[in-house]
């Protein structure tokens, strides 16, 4: 396991900074600071190129990567449920409104046992990196101590994190097994984490705390004025749900008269630090408002298949100026890999171009320009999700910092086959996306320190 602080790395980089393009940077060099965040990029081009390597190699800090590997951005997960994890894969054949009720909640519950919260958030950051999620933006549960845990973990694992206990105190909504006490005992305990995460001696940054809301049925006007109010004050991000389902969009229109995303926006909570979760529903003047605030969308394909009634116009979402990445939304959504969701996220677009009715005539079926292909779903997944987040992370470039992966074809129980005289450098990353499985993870860094599979380097 190499630490890459205070490394010149060289080798071939891919990263996305824009929207629909791709930018390889071909036996490039990467200096990084001490603190793991690039201090200085190398194209093989530039002029300075030979010389940046002649120095770090004469100090004896030049890091190559293996011949015929490559270095990816970390993954941004931007909508998860850490409790969820131990329900991965099971429970997808109810409405959301009853998956929370019966299966959801009851487990969620559960972590009023820090023992059990242990085991398997533990399991979950360990997987997690190890599957290339570098940064993830978390829901934990109501409560205070499990979720001081979690921020732990991450620490201790080195994930990068932001990590929200979750408010929810309505109780027409939530069992009383399952909520806050009263609305002051969520905010209360909300205020708690954020001061825990801000004086945690080992944190140096790499996580922060989240104000986070479950969503607008679960939660009373008091907690969500309250919690606007927490984050006019601290400036921290909010994550929640909005308008994922029919029932859930229309049960924001009923009480309010309104979408979530006015009404959020009403409660202060429509900030250039919020994150919402799938958004399937919002109308073009949501979008629109959305847009303004500078707030970000956590599109969940996966999970959106199962809860959502539909799929999330992702392409007229960009085009309005609103900031998307992507989300596992475990265990809505039943895989833990940032891969399977790009994949998914090209799949499901493709699904409301063409339409999925074939009882319908072709030119009624879908909703023409809505696809998107690897390109973008790798943007969205990596620069993408660190934008929506304000972090720099998710490309490689001055200042950022350096979370990433190497990408080995040929690790042993490899998916991925690169075919030398037929792949170009996109054909290779388009195959990596489609393609690559966790076996071909075989380094993962956070800020440069090295956080999982350990391979060679
Ligand atoms: N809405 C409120 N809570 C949840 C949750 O845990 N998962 C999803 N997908 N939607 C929600
Ligand atoms: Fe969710």
New binding site residues.
């Given amino acids: 396991m190499t630490d890459l602080r205070g490394k010149t790395i060289a080798g071939t980089f891919y990263h996305a900074p824009e929207a629909g393009s791709l930018d390889i940077l071909a036996d490039a060099l990467i200096r990084l600071d001490d603190r793991g965040d690039i201090a200085a990029l190398h194209r093989s081009s530039d002029a300075g190129h030979g010389e940046a390597r002649a120095t770090a190699l004469a100090k004896g800090s030049l890091v190559e990567m293996p011949t015929g590997s490559f270095v990816l951005p970390g993954f941004v997960d931007l909508?998860?449920?850490a409790p969820q994890y131990p329900q991965l894969g099971k429970a997808l054949n109810v409405p959301l409104e009853d998956w929370l009720q019966r299966h959801t909640f009851p487990l969620e519950a559960r972590y009023a046992d820090v023992a059990f919260a242990r085991r398997h958030y533990g399991a979950l950051v360990r997987d997690l990196l190890s599957g290339g999620t570098t940064t993830a933006l978390y829901?934990a549960t109501v409560h205070e101590e499990a979720t001081r845990l979690l921020v732990d973990l991450c620490i201790e694992a080195g994930q990068r994190a932001l990590v929200g206990k979750v408010a929810m105190d309505n109780p027409d909504e939530c069992p009383p097994y399952y909520r806050d006490a009263s609305a002051a005992a969520a905010l209360s305990g909300t205020r708690a984490v954020i001061d825990y995460v801000a004086a945690h001696p080992d944190n140096h940054g790499l996580v922060h705390a989240v104000a986070t809301p479950r969503f607008i049925p679960s939660c009373t006007d008091a907690v969500l004025e309250g919690l606007g109010e927490i984050v006019a004050e601290c400036g921290c991000h909010v994550q929640t749900?909005c308008s994922?389902s029919d029932w859930e969009h229309g049960y924001a229109l009923s009480r309010y008269g309104v979408t979530d995303t006015e009404a959020l926006d009403r409660f202060g909570l429509m900030t250039r630090r919020t994150i919402l979760?799938?958004s399937n529903f919002i109308t073009p003047d949501d979008m629109d408002r959305i847009g303004a605030r500078g707030a970000g969308v956590a599109h969940?394909p996966l999970?959106n298949a199962y809860f959502a009634n539909s799929v999330f116009p992702l392409r007229a979402a960009l085009e309005k100026g609103v900031r998307v990445g992507l989300?596992t939304?475990i265990s809505?959504g039943p895989s833990a890999s940032m891969l399977e969701v790009q994949r998914m996220t090209i799949a499901a677009s493709r699904m409301l171009e063409t339409g999925v009715d074939p009882s319908l005539p072709a030119e009624r079926r879908g909703r023409p320009g809505s696809r998107v292909d690897f390109d973008l779903a790798f943007h969205l997944a990596t620069a993408g999700g660190g934008a929506a987040l304000d972090l720099p992370v998710g490309i490689f470039a001055e200042g950022y910092h350096f979370d990433a992966l190497l990408i080995d074809p040929a690790a042993q129980g490899s998916t991925l086959r690169i075919v030398e005289e037929a792949d170009d450098a996109a054909g290779v990353l388009q195959k990596t996306i489609n393609t690559a499985s966790k076996a071909n993870i075989v380094a993962v860094w956070v800020g440069g320190r090295s956080v999982a599979n350990g391979a060679t380097p």
């Fill in positions: 909508h998860i449920h829901f749900h994922e979760a799938h969940c999970s989300g939304d809505g």
